[in-house]
């Protein structure tokens, strides 16, 4: 079982002749306690192209010390990254090639460096013997797995003790070491130092893991600046979501909350910009990447769609007053989520796991390698993405007239639904416009988002209403009363009424600015 902690810490330049200052001076820190000192052996994974160490991820397998194990880095933010540990082994734990699954993309991981550090340890704690922060002071050997020459250079770590301390304490640490004149260090991490150092004839010493993101790139030249093409905002979207997508693979994983959301949004952005800028991207190559994203969304949706109707049906049921919660309700709506998750959860897992998502994956990264632009990629931005957003809107237009002409029940509902998706793509092209058409664009964006909004809580109800059977039927089978679950059922009804009589007014509001 993988152990997981936050790392929150600052590094540091050192020298032979580097004397730390008097740490006591900084607020909070009562005493400064010597540990003594530890020799650290650590040997880094990466592909042949580093393309761990171009995303800020480090692998690692190391001896010594009092966490000798197998050390997955995940970058959280600037100076912050979730460090996943397994005990030692000799190869490599499969649970956590997984987790890299989506930078390596089937490569193979194997050793790049060595580091062997000597460190010696000091302890700030306040006056009540809590350990505040580590501060670490390394002389630190460096080479390539395969051999080469050693460097060897000293750095100092300050490293917060628990997950919920004050990051503020770091700033102050940092202002006394900055008085005694010591610096910040150059390299984010060890490794990324001894890479660079330790870089042979040729080759970059910095890896960029990932073709050039100018690759395919289009300026349109107006009078004394280089102004950004259609073919430039597309793109700088395109790579946005697929960056998220591949840096929420292994919160998934861990099922952290919100990931699997999130990664969904991402895949459906991506299809979305697809059909929305076809004259900026040739549909014949996006279409086929598209139908994947697709089926990822789906796959990912029958894990979220499970969260969000289970959130929504509890909720529902703690608004009742307990005199109309008869029998066992909250225990069936208990086991009828958990066997629903179980099932979904492992879905969700093998299909990350799966061929056919790695194909997925490495089929995004040739699209931004080597993008199909079209002849209006080259054109001003402004022109043609206006056009695709009021395109967009012409389309949810007539959805949204359809779903209300609609008789009431299962058409209206299926042609309200039809609509939403709709809503979703006239939001999702206006967002990706938002750099080059400023407030506009995101004002009509919020109110587009009113519309989706509106329509998805109709749709919610419509499957909130679907499980309420199942769970009523399920109630009765077991010879339990229904009727709490008929009138959560009523309930979601009349919600569902509210929201279509809702729909005209906010619909009204989501009129494109009059100067597109």
Do not use: C
Request: positive net charge; without cysteine.
């Amino acid at each position: 079982m993988a152990d997981t902690v936050r790392e929150i810490e600052r590094k540091y330049e050192a020298t032979d002749e580097t004397e730390l200052p008097d740490l006591t001076t900084v607020d909070r820190v009562a005493a400064v306690v010597e540990q003594g000192v530890a020799e650290l052996d650590a040997t880094y994974y990466d592909t042949a192209g580093q393309r761990l160490a171009a995303a800020g991820v480090t692998l690692r397998r190391r001896t010594g010390g009092q966490d000798a194990g197998w050390h997955l880095k995940l970058p959280v933010a600037l100076g912050i990254r979730d460090e996943v540990r397994l005990p030692l082994s000799d190869a490599l734990p499969p649970e956590l090639t997984a987790l890299v699954r989506s930078r390596t993309l089937g490569r193979e991981l194997v050793p790049v460096v060595r580091l062997r550090t000597r460190r010696t340890v000091r302890l700030l704690r306040d006056a009540d013997g809590a350990t505040l922060a580590e501060v670490a002071l390394d002389a630190v050997r460096a080479a390539r797995a395969d051999g080469g020459a050693e460097v060897r250079w000293r750095e100092i770590e300050v490293e917060l003790a628990g997950e919920g301390d004050d990051p503020g304490l770091l700033d102050e640490v940092g202002e006394a070491l900055a008085a005694a004149g010591v610096r910040p260090a150059r390299a984010a991490s060890k490794l990324e130092r001894a890479l660079a150092e330790t870089a042979g004839e040729g080759e970059p010493a910095k890896p960029s893991g990932k073709k050039s993101k100018d690759k395919g790139k289009v300026k349109s030249k107006g009078k004394g600046k280089v102004r950004p093409t259609a073919g430039d905002i597309v793109l700088r979207y395109l790579r946005e979501q697929v960056h998220t997508i591949t840096e929420l693979d292994p919160a998934v994983r861990r099922d952290l909350p919100d990931s699997v959301h999130q990664m969904r949004v991402a895949t459906r952005r991506l299809r979305s910009a697809f059909r929305s800028y076809t004259k900026v991207l040739d549909r014949a190559v996006t279409r086929p990447i598209g139908l994947e994203l697709q089926w990822l969304a789906a796959e990912l949706g029958i894990d979220r769609d499970r969260e969000v109707l289970t959130a929504r049906l509890r909720a529902a049921l703690a608004e009742l007053p307990r005199t109309l919660r008869l029998g066992p309700v909250s225990a069936r709506l208990r086991i009828w989520s958990e066997r629903r998750r179980a099932g979904s959860r492992a879905e969700v897992l093998a299909t990350l796991d799966g061929e056919r998502y790695l194909e997925l994956l490495r089929a995004l990264e040739a699209l931004l390698a080597d993008p199909p632009l079209r002849r209006a990629a080259a054109l001003p931005a402004s022109d043609v993405l206006v056009k695709a957003v009021l395109k967009d809107h012409a389309r949810l237009a007539d959805r949204i007239e359809t779903a209300l002409a609609a008789p009431a029940g299962a058409a209206r509902d299926e042609a309200l639904h039809s609509a939403r998706k709709a809503a979703k793509r006239v939001r999702y092209a206006a967002e990706a416009a938002r750099p080059v058409l400023g407030k506009p664009a995101k004002k009509f964006t919020k109110r587009t988002k009113r519309v989706q909004q509106v329509l998805g809580d109709h749709q919610d109800s419509v499957v909130a209403r679907a499980a309420l059977r199942e769970l009523a039927t399920q109630a009765q089978r077991a010879g339990e009363g229904a009727f709490t679950f008929g009138l959560l059922y009523g309930r979601e009804e009349a919600l569902a009424d509210r929201r279509e009589r809702e729909l005209p007014g906010v619909w009204a509001k989501a009129n494109p600015p009059a100067d597109w």
